[in-house]
């Protein structure tokens, strides 16, 4: 099955802009989701077919994919957005693999 | 708005066994495909098996595959996972998720997820 690979952490200023890759072979053959997580919740989705949002995310989350590197990006970073960051993706040998996250700290 | 409420978690045995559930509201379960997802404590999150809306495609992750068996009951909005032969390893927070899409083998987003139930496995 393939991989999705995350840089550990993230750390930027408030205001700043953050960016979360994720990195896979197969990525240009499939859709990619972003989550988010924060302490003692279940993961929430932020971004669905790539670039979608679902209704209540705020404009701030963006997804984009360029083939085997998917990225999402946090404009304008709030304290309130320090949380881990999971991407996923359909893996067509019929599994479901998830990034092993990144932990995004607003300095 | 979906919700989803897990139950069935608890302390368990090497070698045990457990059932877990998932109960359904605010959305037509009979539409949707439905997933498991777990998180062992203070790592990532690994999907573990999924369902068709019908219940007829169903799939697995390697390290549960032979252990574990999901099914569902569309007439009781319920989503449920068998688990035999536990191990430390399988030791996680257990996720019931929506998916967006009814049919299970889809690029679709794992849009609703309930609170989480802990499996612990220990002697």
């Known amino acids: 099955s393939s991989e999705l690979s995350q840089p550990p952490s993230v750390s930027v200023f408030p205001g700043q802009t953050a960016s979360i890759t994720c990195s896979g072979d197969d990525l240009d053959d499939t859709y990619v989701s972003w989550y988010q997580q924060k302490p003692g919740r279940p993961p929430l989705l932020l971004i669905f077919?790539?670039?979608k949002r679902p209704s209540g995310i705020p404009e701030r989350f963006s997804g984009s994919n360029s083939g085997r590197t998917a990225t999402l990006t946090i404009s304008g970073i709030q304290v309130m957005d320090e949380a881990d960051y999971y991407c996923q993706a359909w893996d067509t040998s019929r599994s479901f693999d998830f990034g092993a996250g990144t932990r995004v700290t607003v300095l | 708005e979906a919700r989803l409420a897990e139950s069935g978690g608890g302390l368990v045995q090497p070698g045990g066994s457990l059932r877990l559930s998932c109960a359904a509201s605010g959305f037509n379960f009979d539409a949707y495909a439905m997933h498991w997802v777990r998180q062992a404590p203070g790592k990532g999150l690994m999907w573990v098996s999924g369902l068709s809306w019908s219940g007829d495609v169903f799939g697995y992750a390697d390290s549960v595959r032979g252990r574990f068996t999901i099914s569902r009951d569309n007439a009781k909005n319920s989503l449920s996972l068998q688990m035999i032969s536990l191990t430390t390893e399988d030791m996680a927070f257990y996720y019931c998720?929506?998916?967006?899409?009814?049919?299970?083998?889809?690029?679709?987003?794992?849009?609703?997820w309930g609170l989480g139930t802990l499996v612990t496995v220990s002697s």
């Open positions: 077919k790539d670039i």
């Open positions: 998720v929506k998916s967006a899409d009814s049919q299970l083998w889809t690029s679709a987003a794992f849009d609703h």
